[in-house]
């Protein structure tokens, strides 16, 4: 299992030299297990990279894109970037979305809604390749098989309808909680991120924020960095990368995060701590 960072900021995009290292497009990660198609977590604004990076080995082989793409939830930084990708522009692609049901339709129709003039030049379903949508209910666990490919979806606490996913394939696992509302204790973790954090390879955490911003930001949805090695640790991960950077953050004050975050992780109960960046590789390998 391999996993790709195309996006990696959190809320909003964002551009100058201060963001160069660690990247300003939002959440998208690319999961690659031999012999299955691609596996895409998030649509933020990474998703137009990724596009092009698909872009080259499909056009050399003449095969439209088959791909699955996971969808935490529907805040812009997790879906401005399908109107973007590129191999959706070709027929006979067909990318598959999975995501959090919602009460205001379905995922389709939702999504539609925010593709379509005049918030965008054509409508969503005026792409030449297919796009098909499979509502997760919100509330038990939700077991998905891609081929070799097992996911666990689970409800985790965010604003508005949001899912964890862990990922298991070739004997490795990665769990990916892009946007999680840290306790007011910062120190209890819900039941369904353990479920989904335990024992695996890699956790990727949102580490949004410090935890001077946390106090007067508790409530917005996301964690500290603090929290995201607490995390980590109570459910026995062996990595953990942070992500979901706030776009305040300059990459020498992530790198500060980093430093901090390493000093906190227990020696010998985590592996290792990273802070995620764009176009970073991380071979999880096979048993």
């Not at 049901?101 to 939702?110: I, R």
């Not at 309808?161 to 999680?180: C, I, K, N």
Request: glycine letters at 10%.
């Amino acid at each position: 299992m391999k996993i790709t960072y195309y996006g990696t900021r959190g809320s909003c995009p964002c551009s100058s030299d201060q963001y160069r290292r660690y990247g300003g497009n939002t959440s998208c990660v690319l999961v690659e297990v031999d012999g299955e198609p691609p596996l895409i977590l998030d649509l933020g604004t990474g998703l137009r990279a990724l596009g092009d990076a698909l872009d080259r080995p499909l056009r050399a082989t003449g095969v439209p894109l088959e791909a699955t793409a996971l969808l935490t939830h529907l805040h812009y930084d997790h879906i401005l970037g399908l109107p973007f990708f590129s191999p959706l522009r070709v027929p006979g692609a067909v990318l598959d979305v999975y995501g959090p049901a919602q009460e205001q339709g379905s995922l389709h129709d939702v999504l539609a809604g925010a593709v379509q003039p005049p918030f965008f030049p054509i409508h969503m379903g005026e792409f030449r390749g297919e796009l098909r949508f499979h509502d997760i209910a919100i509330g038990d666990p939700a077991e998905l098989r891609f081929g070799s490919i097992a996911v666990t979806a689970r409800p985790i606490p965010h604003r508005g309808h949001t899912l964890g996913f862990r990922v298991e394939a070739d004997g490795r696992s990665m769990a990916y909680l892009p946007d999680h509302q840290a306790p007011a204790d910062r120190r209890t973790v819900d039941e369904g991120v353990l479920a989904l954090c335990d024992g695996v390879d890699l956790v990727v955490h949102d580490a949004q924020y410090t935890d001077d911003e946390f106090v007067t930001m508790s409530d917005w949805g996301h964690s500290t960095v603090a929290y995201a090695v607490h995390v980590a640790v109570e459910a026995g991960a062996k990595r953990l990368a942070l992500f979901h950077h706030d776009p305040s953050h300059s990459d020498r004050e992530i790198d500060r995060l980093l430093v901090r975050a390493r000093r906190l992780a227990a020696p010998g109960r985590l592996g290792s701590v990273t802070a995620a960046s764009e176009r970073a590789t991380v071979d999880l390998g096979r048993t």
